[in-house]
């Protein structure tokens, strides 16, 4: 007999492969199973029965420095939650933060000891040594290349967030050998600070006042990804979204993200014009008057066409905004709507707190400085600078600073050298450090040779944008170091691996967290004593 698949048998044979599943044990027996397999993972927390504690410390993950309280059995750590009495996070955590116990435990992607390659770089095959060897390895490397007079052939890229105290003693410690050659991994924060410097005068940290403001202008901000201060990201978005309050969240990326999906409006531009788009903002508040007068009479420099002190004319910048950046331009730019763009300017300059913010994704990477200072001038042009539920700018902490090395007449003279990459030069006059640079100067083989490369909790083969350009300069470096505490991408292609402790394993300082409205300085302390020889 054929059986016809109609509506009618397609109905009959789902309902009854349903109730064939939920009858039969193989369900039942493959969840066992799979809660036994899970259950066996090297790291998931396996305690013996002993004593509840509690050790209250600082998430140091990511430059957000939330409080955190990890739970304990004994000495052994299964949880880690939000402190509720801590000013950054109000009890809340991030899923990084909450899976901390990942990378303390798991030794599949930890180095347990100090280890020497013994295979082919990048094949990931070492050999475990002592510290006392591995120590003595690096020293005499370093007591070489001073003794031919080559204190300029040992870089360092560091890894740790700036101002932080080891950050501090890693560029002092380079200070000492007499290289220049010391680099940070690119940050927002290099952004931030010359966003400071060219559009205000100030180095002190920009801040924002979100709990405060009513209108978010986010230009690609991953606010519900990790942008800022987790934490208190998250929870000043909760609070946006309770009943009664009115604050709009327009969210501009090209991307549809969980910030985007989730935002009051999502505008998408073509990428890489945020820029021009933040200037045709601008265009629409100066051209209906929608922008604080008395402010930017006040407070700004160079709105109005003037004149130099030869007589030149120069024009201003709210010439440049209505003759170069007009709605209906912006619009061929941009892809978007000119009505789009008009109505975005209204309703952020008519907004009586509106904070216009930057830093793509989590916020942790260089942005574009031309899209960074034609942001931030929506703040100035509405006038929401140093109020409430506005743009906050600090002077730094008055922390006392480390003393600087005395420095001997090597040093000092391998100080003199062109840096390798270039930053502070004529070129890049206000860069403070170019990894990029440094690895094209490298395989390109402009300039003196690197010898020693010493790489401090960073993994630059995989996070710089041209991975394939940083592994190949490796290859052309005789040694490389790595303090990383993990199997990453840059640590196998180490010749030498010094771990570090993780974040739960070791003390180390927060300066002030980025865009964070006040003041901090935070100091993490161990929850535990070393999970391996590192």
Not at 229 to 245: D, E, H
Request: some cysteine.
């Amino acid at each position: 007999m054929k059986m016809e698949m109609n509506r009618r048998n397609f109905i009959k044979f789902a309902v009854g492969s349903v109730a064939g599943i939920h009858l039969s044990p193989l369900p039942w027996k493959l969840t066992d199973d799979i809660a036994i397999w899970t259950q066996n993972w090297g790291w998931v927390p396996r305690p013996e029965r002993g004593e509840f504690n509690h050790i209250q410390t600082v998430c140091t993950l990511c430059p957000g420095s939330c409080g955190i309280e990890v739970r304990r059995v004994e000495e052994r750590c299964v949880k880690i939650e939000g402190r509720t009495d801590y000013p950054v996070n109000p009890g809340g955590i991030c899923p990084i933060g909450a899976g901390g116990l990942q990378l303390l435990y798991n030794e599949d992607i930890r180095f347990t000891g100090p280890m020497k390659r013994v295979g082919p770089r990048g094949s990931g095959q070492f050999k475990d040594i002592s510290w006392d060897e591995a120590i003595t390895l690096l020293t005499s490397r370093i007591t070489t290349l001073r003794a031919k007079s080559r204190p300029e052939a040992i870089a360092a890229i560091d890894g740790h967030f700036e101002g932080t105290t080891v950050s501090v003693l890693i560029h002092r410690f380079m200070e000492a050998i007499g290289s220049p050659n010391y680099m940070r991994m690119p940050s927002i924060s290099d952004t931030y600070w010359t966003v400071g410097a060219l559009m205000q005068g100030t180095e002190g940290p920009m801040a924002y006042d979100l709990e405060n403001a009513d209108f978010i202008l986010s230009f690609g901000c991953g606010l519900l990804e990790g942008w800022g201060a987790p934490g208190r990201v998250l929870a000043a978005w909760g609070q946006w979204r309770q009943k009664g309050t009115k604050v709009k969240v327009v969210q501009i990326e090209p991307l549809a993200s969980n910030t985007a999906s989730k935002a009051d409006q999502w505008l998408a531009p073509r990428p890489g014009t945020e820029a021009a788009l933040a200037l045709g903002i601008a265009s629409v508040l100066v051209k209906e008057g929608l922008y604080d007068k008395a402010f930017v009479k006040n407070y700004c420099f160079g709105f109005e066409d003037w004149r130099s002190s030869d007589g030149k004319a120069h024009r201003g910048f709210k010439g440049l905004l209505l003759s170069k950046y007009t709605p209906e331009r912006v619009s061929r730019i941009t892809g978007l709507p000119k009505e789009q763009i008009v109505a975005t300017a209204r309703a952020f300059g008519r907004a009586k707190a509106p904070i216009a913010i930057f830093g793509k994704g989590k916020g942790t990477w260089q942005s574009s400085l031309y899209e960074s200072m034609a942001i931030h001038s929506l703040n100035a042009l509405v006038g929401n600078i140093n109020k409430p539920g506005g743009v906050l700018i600090h002077e730094p902490l008055p922390l006392t600073p480390l003393p600087r090395p005395s420095l001997d007449d090597l040093a000092l003279s391998g100080l003199k050298k062109d840096r390798l990459d270039g930053a502070g030069s004529f070129v890049a006059p206000f860069a403070k450090s170019l990894v990029v640079d440094f690895a094209k100067a490298l395989y390109e083989e402009n300039g003196y040779r690197i010898d020693t490369v010493m790489i401090f909790s960073a993994n630059p083969a995989y996070s710089l944008p041209d991975q394939g350009l940083f592994k190949k300069a490796l290859r052309k470096i005789p040694f490389i170091v790595s303090f990383s505490p993990f199997r990453d991408e840059t640590a196998l292609m180490a010749d030498l691996i010094l771990p570090d402790h993780t974040a739960l394993e070791k003390f180390t300082d927060m300066v002030w967290p980025l865009g964070l409205q006040y003041p901090l300085y935070a100091v993490s302390n161990p929850a535990l004593d070393p999970v391996y020889n590192t």
